[in-house]
């Protein structure tokens, strides 16, 4: 059999290839794409050319590398077509999601597959990724109960950001985002206010919490301005938590003012590790399966606002990368 899969050749270049599918190995399954969804952060960065072409791939489906081509994406949801004969808990029809590119079809290990839970709709289950980056971004940030949080973008990670907070104590929530459409949408997720990313933005961040400053400050827009902004509305001790990966794009910080006196702290987040601190506890299938959970209890395929045929991917690229304020999540529909 073959396949078609998404390969970027160059910065803003898109091909749709066909290849060779291997045979279904014992232990190994066949999916048939329904639905995958661009990244607007991470993926956007490696279509327009902005990540360090020496890096290497960190998923065993990628293929190729970021000096170019690439076969890139992480959010594939699929059913299962065929099973190999070790495969004891997937069968035919059941739907999956898996850290897998642009592809109509693809062979890969069960273990890669994620069981999805019966009856989901596809286009919630294209969030596991960003569900799982937002999760661990929880995890990694210090707030305590009745705290206040600032998040700085409200993209499709930011927005799921949001809405963990609230259910993880926060008492306020302050949204930050250029894009008035973004910021009603973090209103109804759960932020009491939602500001755009002006000058006014630090002092409007005390007034809101009587001369304090915020507890955290997530930073999740990918703008490297807003880390210093998220510097600025931090209480005395409060800690920036950096969820976005800037790529090649540098980032300026004054840490010669206010950063040392205040005693702030930076802390990345990404989603391949889990805090050691929490490993008694926390583990990746942990989190997994609370991910797997909060898919049935979200809002997530409302957070969909476009979808594009997969052999038009160049398009739905090309729409992200020129309107980005008018699109929250694209999806890439396959052919039944």
Not at 1 to 7: I, T
Not at 119 to 144: C, H, K, M, Q, Y
Not at 164 to 189: F, M, S, T, W
Not at 282 to 291: A, G
Request: hydrophobic share 45%; charged share 20%; glycine share 8%.
């Amino acid at each position: 059999m073959e396949a078609r899969a998404v390969w970027l050749t160059g910065p803003r270049q898109v091909e749709i290839r066909t290849e060779p599918l291997p045979p279904v190995g014992p232990d190994h399954v066949l999916v048939r794409a329904r639905l995958s969804a661009i990244s607007h952060g991470t993926e956007m960065l490696v279509y327009r050319g902005e990540v360090p072409a020496h890096l290497p791939l960190d998923l065993p489906t990628l293929a190729g590398s970021f000096a170019y081509p690439i076969k890139y994406g992480y959010a594939s949801v699929g059913e299962i077509e065929a099973a190999g004969p070790e495969v004891e808990t997937l069968r035919p029809g059941d739907l999956v999601f898996a850290l897998h590119p642009h592809q109509d079809r693809y062979v890969i290990p069960a273990r890669l597959a994620v069981p999805l839970p019966a009856g989901l709709d596809p286009a919630a289950g294209v969030f596991v990724a960003n569900l799982e980056t937002a999760v661990n971004v929880l995890l990694d940030t210090p707030l305590r109960f009745g705290e206040t949080a600032v998040v700085f973008g409200q993209g499709v990670v930011g927005l799921l950001i949001t809405m963990l907070l609230r259910r993880a104590g926060a008492r306020d929530i302050i949204a930050v985002d250029p894009v008035p459409a973004r910021r009603e949408r973090a209103l109804a997720a759960g932020a009491g206010v939602a500001l755009a990313p002006d000058d006014d933005l630090a002092q409007r961040v005390r007034e809101r919490t009587g001369g304090r400053g915020a507890d955290v400050a997530i930073e999740a827009s990918g703008a490297p301005a807003a880390l210093g902004q998220a510097l600025a509305v931090l209480a005395v001790q409060g800690t920036a938590v950096v969820a976005s990966w800037y790529g090649t794009k540098p980032v300026a910080l004054d840490l010669g003012s206010d950063f040392h006196r205040r005693r702030l702290r930076i802390i990345s987040s990404q989603v391949g590790t889990i805090d050691p601190a929490l490993s008694p506890r926390w583990t990746h299938e942990r989190r997994r399966d609370l991910v797997c959970a909060l898919l049935e209890e979200l809002l997530l395929p409302g957070l969909v606002t476009h979808r594009v045929p997969f052999i038009r991917a160049a398009e739905a690229y090309r729409l992200i990368d020129t309107r980005p304020a008018e699109v929250l999540q694209v999806v890439l529909e396959y052919e039944e």
